[in-house]
């Protein structure tokens, strides 16, 4: 899905000019590639909150410039709550690209019970695939998931077109028994597994 978002183009750059552009509710952006120089742009603060919520990858980039974009890297500030720059990427929508997506699991694994557990161990995959066909996250299916059981990257069943570039050996979820070592480990520590009950209420929200 391509996000539609207007920018403006700045001419001034440095610290004072960033300065002022966030104080009149502006985040800096820049794009480039394809060998074109460089443009120095502004969005506003409200519409670059969108695309983050949104897991937006491309963009339609409309106002002072036209082109279609992909959306390769966003800067936080220090506390991590306010974006403070935007890197765009040139792209056709046909073109094949590189990008990082969320893993999501659906499902409810028979072999979940007793003293075993569901760990959800992987939770982003780099991938390649069309810059017009990059989806918000990839599902990692769970339902058929034994006791003792795990599924890789290599196993994961990826949209038409896509390919892992994450190592296939790589395990996603896996089930573990948990042995008296670990309650122990977890007791030192104040640490507990990560479940599926959890995973799958921060899903629902």
Known sequence: MIETIEVEKRDLVGSWAVRK???QGLVPAILYGHGEENVCLAVKRETVTGLVRH???MVALTGAISETALLRDVQWDTYGSDVIHIDFARVAQ?????VTLPVHMHGEAPGVSGDAQLRFITHELTVECSAGSIP??????VGQLQRGQAIHVSEMKLPAGMKAITPGNIVVVQIVVATAK???????TGSEPELIRREKAEADE
């Open 182 to 188: 670990d309650e122990d480990a977890a007791v030192l």
């Open 94 to 98: 046909s073109e094949t690209v590189q």
């Open 21 to 23: 552009l966030r104080s």
């Open 55 to 57: 897991g937006a990858r």
């Open 136 to 141: 918000e996250f990839i599902t990692v299916e």
